[in-house]
């Protein structure tokens, strides 16, 4: 019955601090909003497009460009900028159309399309092909009429028409691609996505919020609290609930804030719910650990986002495991991130259900249990202290 | 000036002496940078395992495998012929990276003007081996149509319909008119410990803030700046010399964190005098925030509050944690507001390979961002009457 009064007060002292404000609502949001609006559009590119073209084939090519659903063409008036803006991954390719196209094509002198984009990216690659999808109806037909001008008489541009029309009635050839087996990804890629900040943020800041419980026991909040009619497991237990509440608001907010303004899937509703609310209790228990095992608010501070990466580093959330040597993989299973991650996987890559979660969900309670009944093993003997 | 040096002296043996901050300063960024190390370490350049089905078996399966096959994608491709059901197979098991199937009748589709489409087999985990594989391939038919286009024309304006195929082979040997050419990007590419080391390096430096700070009101508290206030000392010399500290201090966080991971785990700095500047704009916009966030609190705990606030914002907003590259515009300017976002925008030049003068834009763009700083704080202090 006390539980929840203190619970209650916590909270309240917690919403009336500015500061925890800030690390409860604005925090989160900054981060869904980052990671949400960073998220890149998979079928459309970002080409920059250095246009120094002076005659009618250089505006046909970049005209071919603009149509192309894939391109999202951005002029630059300089190449150092344009490569600059690659190197900086704000584009994915750039294009160069070099000026006297149509002269050095009747001339038969190849005139060539510069191309440039980041080596051995996948959106570097991709919008790579794009660009040279898009320009190579109008070389086949330049082609085309050389040729033809070679082979049978007449200039070039004699035979411009009628080569333009062979390649629009000319049936495509193309590539298609089929995806298949299991992914050990999340959807995005290797990098970051809301579900891996949401497993990192939800614990550091728990970790960090340990103060709460030091700074209680410094104003000797724990004491008063005892003098009155009041258990000791009482006192744990509306601690751990403050926690746990605190850390459900916050994942509540990323999910919410996510799904609604940048249409983030997370999976199975039924499945990332026991997900949310599992890896909130193993932040809570961490939580109350960081603050039973920490002498000062500032420590908690201080050590509490350190800790917080490098777990959250080791257990996948700032890449995936998938792409580190194997012992890093088993030691990212050493901490509860690994295991939460794993789980994220399965919802959103493979369609999981919570039957396929559920072995990892019982390895992160486990983790939840252990900090948590160390915690209050602490909290007593200083309570009793 | 003695006083100054004495005083800095003094704050950084204290600030050495508190574990969190040598942890945050020092160890933290070189932990982390460790832990990304260990983690791609064994990144390699990038391999496909390719596996051709040919189910054509006519002469244009063979040029495509041929073109697969030749000595400027070896390094990259590593083909096998297979058979459909195993190319399944060893895509699911990961074997291997791709599989590229030439379907039955492709050649005699192409030679008869019909459509004809190759499909590409991906494990859902190698999008990149599928893109380049998919490049080649679109290569491949983006030629093939332009010889039928070619025949096409020529066939078209007279040319002899019955020696089609030698109308073709000279279409395809003739040199393709506006080609597209790769030009070279110069530079380097971008890798992520070179991305993350400033960036995690910056993001712990800017706790020093707090523990300056909190540092002041401790003094405050403890009567130590009254002391130093009755002693014949300037004013200003005792906030120089805590200035000063400041800057040691982040100075030697970031450096000994540019020194030992350029030189334990390969992260790409660029020039080192372009680095010092960055590194030194940085801590000078440190102590800026430090005086800020002193002046705008009358207790520790909100001393505390603010700096925690305004490092984990800035960390954020700057880019520490998300790469902000793709980021859409206005992002990528609100990163721009922040000094380590500045920062690391030039720390992310030098890593790509841009010259040591690249870095004058954001060193000027931090010291005018601290220049603004002090300057608040220097108006709030006085609206506070503090020294």
Not at chain 1, 67 to 76: G, K, M, T
Not at chain 1, 133 to 145: P, Q
Not at chain 2, 300 to 309: C, H, I, K, R, T
Request: hydrophobic fraction near 55%; aromatic fraction near 6%; proline fraction near 4%.
């Amino acid at each position: 019955v006390i539980a929840p009064t203190i619970a209650m007060t916590s909270l309240r002292r917690t919403v009336r601090d500015r500061t925890s404000l800030f690390f409860l609502i604005v925090l989160p949001v900054l981060i869904i909003v980052l990671v949400g609006s960073s998220v890149q559009d998979e079928d459309r590119f970002a080409v920059g497009l250095l246009d120094q073209g002076d005659d009618r084939l250089a505006t046909e090519l970049v005209a071919d460009l603009e149509a192309a659903p894939s391109v999202e063409l951005r002029r630059f008036d300089d190449l150092d900028a344009l490569r600059l803006a690659i190197r900086r991954s704000e584009l994915a390719a750039g294009v160069l159309v070099p000026s006297g196209l149509e002269e050095d094509v009747r001339a038969g002198r190849t005139a060539a399309v510069g191309l440039l984009s980041q080596p051995a990216s996948t959106s570097g690659l991709a919008a790579e092909q794009a660009v040279r999808a898009a320009l190579a109806e109008r070389s086949a037909v330049v082609s085309a009429a050389a040729f033809t001008a070679a082979e049978v008489g007449g200039e070039p541009a004699d035979h411009l028409v009628s080569a333009t029309r062979a390649a629009e009635v000319a049936e495509p050839l193309t590539v298609t691609t089929t995806v298949q087996g299991e992914s050990r990804f999340l959807p995005l890629g290797f990098t970051y996505s809301s579900a891996t900040m949401l497993v990192l943020f939800v614990f550091v800041n728990a970790v960090a919020g340990g103060g709460m419980v030091i700074q209680n026991r410094r104003l000797g909040l724990y004491e008063r609290m005892l003098a009155g009619p009041v258990t000791t497991r009482g006192v744990i237990v509306g601690e751990a609930t403050t926690y746990l509440l605190l850390a459900l608001l916050q994942s509540a907010l990323i999910v919410g804030v996510g799904a609604a303004l940048f249409e983030v899937d997370w999976g199975d509703p039924v499945a990332a719910t026991a997900l949310i609310l599992v890896w909130s209790a193993v932040g809570a228990a961490a939580g109350m650990l960081s603050g039973t095992l920490l002498r000062t608010v500032e420590q908690a501070g201080a050590i509490g986002p350190v800790v917080g990466i490098a777990l959250g580093m080791l257990g996948g959330c700032m890449w995936l495991l998938e792409i580190v040597p194997p012992v890093m993989q088993t030691i990212g299973h050493l901490v509860p991130h690994g295991w939460a991650v794993d789980s994220w996987i399965d919802l959103l890559s493979r369609d999981g259900g919570l039957a396929d979660i559920a072995p990892a969900l019982g390895v992160l309670a486990g983790f939840a249990l252990a900090f948590g009944g160390l915690a209050a093993h602490r909290l007593r003997a200083q309570l009793a202290a | 000036v003695g006083a100054v040096l004495l005083i800095a002296a003094k704050d950084l043996r204290q600030r050495l002496r508190d574990r969190s901050a040598v942890v945050l300063g020092f160890v933290a960024p070189l932990a982390i940078a460790f832990l990304m190390s260990s983690a791609f370490g064994g990144a390699q350049d990038l391999h496909v395992d390719l596996g051709v089905v040919d189910e054509d078996g006519g002469p244009l399966a063979a040029a495509l495998t041929e073109v697969l096959g030749s000595p400027g994608l070896d390094d990259l491709l590593g083909v096998s012929e297979r058979d459909r059901a195993d190319a399944d197979e060893a895509v699911d098991d990961g074997d291997l990276d791709v599989a590229l199937v030439i379907p039955e009748g492709f050649s005699a589709a192409v030679t008869a003007g019909q459509a004809a489409e190759l499909e590409v087999v991906a494990g859902v985990d190698s999008p990149l081996s599928a893109a380049v594989v998919r490049s080649v391939a679109e290569s491949f038919l983006t030629q093939v149509q332009a010889t039928r286009v070619a025949v096409a024309t020529a066939v078209g304006a007279g040319a002899p319909a019955g020696e089609i195929e030698a109308l073709a082979e000279r279409a395809s040997s003739a040199p393709p008119q506006l080609p597209v050419e790769a030009r070279d990007l110069g530079g380097r590419e971008l890798d992520l410990i070179s991305y993350y080391a400033p960036g995690m390096a910056i993001f712990f430096a800017l706790f020093g803030i707090g523990f300056t700070a909190r540092s002041w009101f401790t003094e405050q508290r403890e009567g130590t700046l009254d002391r130093m206030a009755a002693a014949p000392i300037h004013p200003r010399a005792v906030l120089a010399g805590k200035a000063l500290s400041v800057l040691v201090y982040g100075t030697a966080s970031l450096g000994t964190a540019a020194v030992v991971t350029s030189l334990a785990f390969g992260a790409h700095w660029g020039p080192p005098a372009a680095v010092v500047a960055l590194i030194v704009a940085v801590a000078v916009a440190v102590v800026a925030l430090t005086a800020l966030v002193i002046s705008l609190s009358r207790t520790e705990q909100q001393a505390e509050g603010l700096s925690s606030v305004l490092t984990f914002a800035f960390a954020l907003l700057g880019g520490s944690f998300v790469f902000l590259g793709m980021a859409p515009e206005a992002l990528r300017r609100a990163a721009l507001l922040t000094p380590n976002g500045w920062a690391l925008r030039g720390f992310t030049d030098l890593a790509t390979g841009a010259a040591a003068s690249s870095v004058v834009t954001p060193v000027a763009a931090i010291l005018a961002f601290s220049v603004v700083v002090a300057g608040l704080a220097a108006l709030a202090a006085r609206r506070r009457a503090l020294p």
